[in-house]
């Protein structure tokens, strides 16, 4: 396991040195009448991608590429994540306790310096969040216990988007090498693009625009908060159609749309290339770690209903998503098929503990 890990690092750390999770973002919440939904563009230059179906009771030790400890942890949640570039790096995702979590890119972010904790990427942070924690308090209080490695090219430069079944909502960034959290009265408007919070904030009270507005972020920051304040207390329309309405109004070179229903537990979502809405319910989904781990392409000609549509897990499904995904990743292109097999091998490291485990 050990030398697995190590090779590993080698590998991954040649990748993220020069690839991040996206160039432009858009998350939201919209909380009319008591049914929390959270939405989210993932923008970037191609669509590939999977929809994984995480299960509870399974152990992992971090996906390495920062020397020291690395993190390890028993998943209590069943979750499902989007990924793009293979399993367990995620863009966004909820749990079975309703908490949702998603990372956006953040070109000020500066993780803390290394410290006794042990790392972890920040594409897998956002897993072990889903795996660990049902609330905004518990995401918080993670960074005790672990920190997001600092080692430039092994963790992207992204800051977060954390919403939990109660409706609160919090940003999560690491500014100058230390955490910084806005929710509650610090977060009047729950939405977040590619700027610090606080920038995005204070250009909206002052009714201007930085020069340049790079990707349009705080341009999608304000559009997105007036039109979160036109539908405040807005009657009958679902709360996740209202979030499909505005997000489509500040795509900039979307991806997909995925808007997550936190009180049904409930996950609908839209590509560019499949523009039909899709949706899957938690309800379906079986998240034992007795029963094989399933996924589903994010671009299968499917609609509608799609949660009898996932298919059982593979190494070799998992291999061909990175592969596709770094071809049309310039630099990465021409990446020896070695470290593929090494990055799609990581989850085969897992171990299933708890053959079955109560819901919560």
């Not at 594409?123 to 072990?128: D, P």
């Not at 625009?209 to 679902?238: N, W």
């Not at 409930?266 to 094989?292: G, H, I, N, Q, W």
């Amino acid at each position: 396991m050990k030398g697995f890990l190590l090779i590993l690092a080698g590998a991954l750390g040649l990748i993220y040195a020069t690839y991040q999770t996206g160039n432009a973002c858009t998350a939201l919440s919209i909380n009319c009448s008591g049914t929390p939904v959270v939405g989210i563009n993932y923008d970037w230059y191609f669509g590939d991608g999977s929809i994984t179906v995480n299960k509870r009771g399974v152990f992992k030790i971090a996906n390495g590429g920062s020397p020291g400890p690395l993190a390890s942890w028993t998943s209590k949640f069943g979750s499902i994540s989007f990924t793009q570039d293979g399993r367990e790096l995620v863009q966004s995702g909820m749990n079975e306790a309703g908490l949702f979590i998603g990372g956006l890119l953040l070109e000020e972010t500066q993780w803390s310096p290394p410290d006794s904790r042990p790392s972890i990427r920040s594409a897998q942070w956002l897993q072990y969040q889903l795996d660990t924690a049902s609330t905004i308090k518990e995401v918080i209080e993670s960074d005790k216990r672990l920190r997001i490695s600092s080692i430039p090219g092994i963790s992207s430069p992204e800051h977060f988007f954390v919403c939990d079944k109660s409706g609160d909502c919090a940003i999560i960034e690491s500014l100058q090498g230390k955490p910084v959290y806005c929710s509650g009265k610090d977060m009047p408007v729950p939405v977040l693009t590619n700027d610090t919070y606080t920038s995005c904030l204070d250009f909206l009270n002052r009714g201007k625009l930085p020069e340049p507005d790079t990707d349009y972020s705080v341009h999608r920051f304000k559009e997105a908060a007036a039109m979160l304040r036109a539908i405040d207390g807005q009657g009958p329309e679902p709360e996740t159609n209202l979030a499909f309405e505005i997000l489509k109004k500040v795509e900039h070179g979307t991806q997909w749309t995925v808007v997550y229903d936190l009180k049904n537990l409930r996950v609908l979502f839209r590509t560019a290339e499949k523009p039909s809405t899709r949706y899957f319910s938690f309800a379906a989904l079986d998240f034992s770690c007795a029963k094989p781990v399933k996924i589903l392409d994010i671009q299968a000609d499917l609609s509608g209903d799609v949660s009898g549509n996932f298919v059982t897990y593979s190494r070799e499904a998992n291999r061909d998503l990175i592969a596709r995904a770094f071809k049309k990743t310039g630099s990465l292109s021409n990446l020896p098929a070695y470290v593929l097999d090494e990055l799609s091998f990581y989850p085969e490291s897992f171990v299933c503990v708890e053959p079955a485990g109560p819901r919560p």
